[in-house]
């Protein structure tokens, strides 16, 4: 079974900062990219930003050249570091661990995971 534990969520001023952290668990033995999601209140979850094994990464339009997402490929770990939050930041933020391989076996089917989301509140 692979777990997805998330921290770093909060409330925070506009301006500020805060850095989201994402562990996958379990039995791992690759994944093809890590990214961080969000839903707002009466919105749909979004794709923020998305990074490969290989160090890719893919941004939301709104978040480009405040966020930065890095990942930790020997620790299965995921992190985003947000700057410059504004209002329209504020959601529930999730981790994805996706084509994940569960098996040594390079063939075995290669599955999704979610975690439980972190809240995100950028207030004054």
């Known amino acids: 079974q692979v777990q997805l534990v998330e921290s770093g969520g909060g409330l925070v001023q506009p301006g500020g900062s805060l850095r989201l952290s994402c562990a996958a668990s379990?039995?791992?033995?690759?994944?093809?990219?890590m990214g961080w999601y969000r839903q707002a209140p009466g919105k749909q979850r979004e794709l923020v930003s998305v990074?490969?094994?290989?160090?890719?990464?893919n941004y939301v339009d709104s978040v480009k050249g405040r966020f930065t997402i890095s990942r930790d490929n020997a620790k299965n770990t995921v992190y985003l570091q947000m700057n410059s939050l504004k209002p329209d930041d504020t959601a529930v933020y999730y981790c994805?661990?996706?084509?994940?391989?569960?098996?040594?076996?390079?063939?075995?089917?290669?599955?999704?995971?979610w975690g439980q989301g972190t809240q995100v509140t950028v207030s004054s």
């Open positions: 379990g039995s791992i033995f690759g994944i093809n990219a």
């Open positions: 990074i490969t094994s290989g160090g890719g990464t």
């Open positions: 994805k661990a996706e084509g994940v391989r569960t098996r040594t076996n390079w063939n075995a089917p290669r599955f999704d995971y």
